[in-house]
């Protein structure tokens, strides 16, 4: 069979096998996502013996759909969605994908793998996939609205954060270079994130709307869909995602006034290309391998679902989202990402993971990919049902707090005043928490760092793992005492300007601020106990003299080290929470407008 006639067969295959199974699922009132995956297996070589579609041809339509996904994206988000987002988009995605990287790399250790093979299995449970979510909050009529733009954002957030997560898995899976590249990646990003927004925004949307009014709309489409594979291409090209090219260019053409005419002809072919999308990772998935291991996958897919859903609740809740929205957020999250599955091939190819491992991984995903719809469908039948029939004190607790919130968010906006100082202690936090891991991961990724205090270490007779653990100690310290000290002062404030049922007692306030000190207090040292442990050095196993004469160096360092550390850190972060407040005091935004989702 020649190539032509093989490639309408694979494409005719394909649609039909998916077609029919969404019109079965369609009928049993299940999602069509389902039905694309099972088209894959069904057609799959696990399934049909001697049967295998042309790979390349679904790697082709998978990344066109891809492509166009994200195009899609960036042309409903727009600029004005994305600032008015991306600030809190940014803080959901920079807890959560910690929260389950730490997680991942735990639940790899408990099942029996090294260090190494964990780190690549957080890696892996980090992102979750941004064709399926935004899939399945498109069928769902709770997610609509500010709830679908929040979706947007940080499924834009955490494909930058997957970029960057295997650029440092590149070189633990082929054992050479240098953790460093992952700061020229960041560098990359940012360049060229930002020179494709200043000279698309300075070309396209005039372009655009010239094209508008002297040509046909098929013109414009086709100079669009030209526009957004050639950022994609220079995008791949310089090494990053294809998609952060695709989205790029449908931030720049949402500015012409043409981008609802690109819209409206862009989402049918989307959505074709994504069901091929959909098909092939079915198609790739050996059914044999995945059920000799099936305890594990459901292990690992239960323990992904419970800690997507738990991070990306508690951070939503934190940037003043009710719980309803936190929860609908949460629970449209979880399923591992495409990414993962890059991710884990990396793994595979540098022998770091085994089949066994790998085939386990993916059958994990496949196992979110179909719990995602059926779980996010039901999230205000879960929501619900969990709110009548939780504990009294749970339910006294929550009504508390979420009265102390209301009131201070009427409170701060009627206040200037107060707005600017609990934003800017918030913030001194957030830098607070950024400074941390930068520390560590300055330490234990820099390899001058690390090869200047080899000798060191030999001169005075310690690892050099045991001196860069004491060193890691000695510098965050007092970055941590920060943090604790100035959630102490968010709680006193919180108790200064709110009343415990309308009652301003003594009794009251007290109540409030220790609910808020005590609640602070244990989320940051939960937190920081999980941060810390993976990203310290290994330290080689010593006796309790050893081990009790270095408690003594940590206590007498830090000691030592408080009168130099705390003010300059200190400084730092002011400079930079100074220059956040100045903007956004400038642009003069309500509270109101940070809650998108709020109810």
């Not at 002809?265 to 959909?278: D, L, N, S, T």
């Not at 323990?303 to 629970?331: C, E, Q």
């Not at 060193?471 to 415990?500: C, D, G, H, K, Q």
Request: glycine share 8%.
């Amino acid at each position: 069979m020649d190539a032509e006639t093989r490639l309408i067969l694979d494409i005719a295959l394909l649609l039909t096998a998916t077609g029919l199974l969404s019109l079965v699922l369609g009928r049993l009132r299940l999602p069509a996502i389902i039905g694309y995956l099972a088209g894959g297996l069904i057609l799959g070589s696990s399934i049909i013996p001697g049967f295998q579609m042309e790979e390349e041809t679904l790697e082709v339509f998978s990344t066109i759909g891809i492509i166009l996904l994200m195009f899609f994206i960036g042309i409903e988000l727009n600029l004005k969605g994305l600032r008015k987002t991306g600030p809190a988009a940014f803080l959901i995605v920079s807890i959560e994908m910690t929260m389950m990287v730490i997680i991942g790399y735990y639940l790899g250790r408990m099942i029996g793998l090294d260090d190494i093979q964990s780190i690549f299995i957080g890696a892996i449970m980090s992102g979750a996939s941004t064709a399926a979510v935004l899939m399945v909050a498109k069928e769902n009529l709770h997610m609509r609205g500010g709830l679908s733009t929040m979706v947007m954002s940080l499924m834009v957030f955490e494909d930058i954060a997957q970029i960057i997560i295997l650029t440092l898995a590149s070189p633990l899976a082929s054992g050479t270079g240098s953790s460093n590249n992952v700061y020229w990646v960041v560098l990359e990003i940012v360049a060229f994130m930002g020179l494709s927004i200043l000279i698309g925004l300075a070309v396209m949307p005039r372009a655009m709307d010239w094209l508008r009014r002297n040509y046909s709309k098929e013109t414009v489409l086709i100079i669009s869909l030209a526009f957004c594979f050639m950022l994609a291409f220079i995008s791949g090209y310089v090494g990053l995602s294809v998609a952060i090219g695709a989205f790029l260019a449908g931030i720049i053409v949402s500015e012409s006034s043409c981008n609802n005419i690109v819209r409206r002809r862009i989402e049918p072919m989307k959505e074709v290309f994504i069901a091929i999308f959909f098909f092939a990772i079915g198609m790739r998935i050996d059914i044999g391998m995945v059920l000799d291991n099936i305890l594990l996958c459901v292990t690992i897919a239960i323990v992904f679902i419970i800690g997507k859903l738990t991070s990306i609740f508690f951070a939503s809740y934190l940037t003043t989202m009710s719980l309803r929205s936190s929860f609908y957020l949460a629970s449209s999250m979880v399923v591992m990402g495409e990414f993962g599955f890059i991710i884990a091939t990396l793994g595979l190819n540098g022998g770091i993971l085994d089949l066994s491992m790998y085939s386990t991984v993916i059958g994990a995903a496949l196992i979110t990919m179909v719990v995602l719809p059926l779980f996010s469908r039901a999230g205000p039948r879960i929501f619900d049902f969990g709110s009548r029939n939780a504990p009294g004190f749970v339910r006294g607790i929550v009504q508390r707090m979420e009265r102390v919130r209301g009131e201070v968010r009427r409170k701060m906006a009627i206040s200037p005043e107060l707005r600017l100082e609990v934003r800017g202690q918030l913030l001194m936090v957030f830098v607070d928490m950024v400074l941390i891991i930068t520390i560590i991961l300055v330490l234990n990724l820099l390899d001058p760092i690390r090869d200047a205090l080899a000798p060191l270490a030999g001169d005075i007779h310690i690892l050099p793992s045991l001196l860069l653990f004491v060193t890691s100690i000695v510098l965050i310290s007092p970055v941590v005492v920060n943090v604790i000290t100035r959630l102490r002062l968010i709680a006193f404030i919180i108790m200064m300007n709110v009343s415990e049922g309308g009652r301003q007692t003594v009794a009251g306030r007290m109540r409030i601020y220790r609910v808020f000190r005590n609640i602070g207090g244990f989320l940051v040292i939960t937190v920081l106990m999980l941060l810390i442990l993976p990203l310290l050095p290994q330290v080689s196993t010593f006796d309790e003299t050893a081990l009790l004469a270095l408690t003594v160096i940590i206590v007498f360092l830090s000691m030592l080290s408080w009168g130099i550390l705390r003010p300059a850190l200190g400084r730092i972060s002011q400079g930079v929470v100074a220059r956040i407040v100045l903007m956004d005091d400038e642009e003069d935004e309500q509270p109101g407008e940070v809650m998108v989702c709020d109810d």
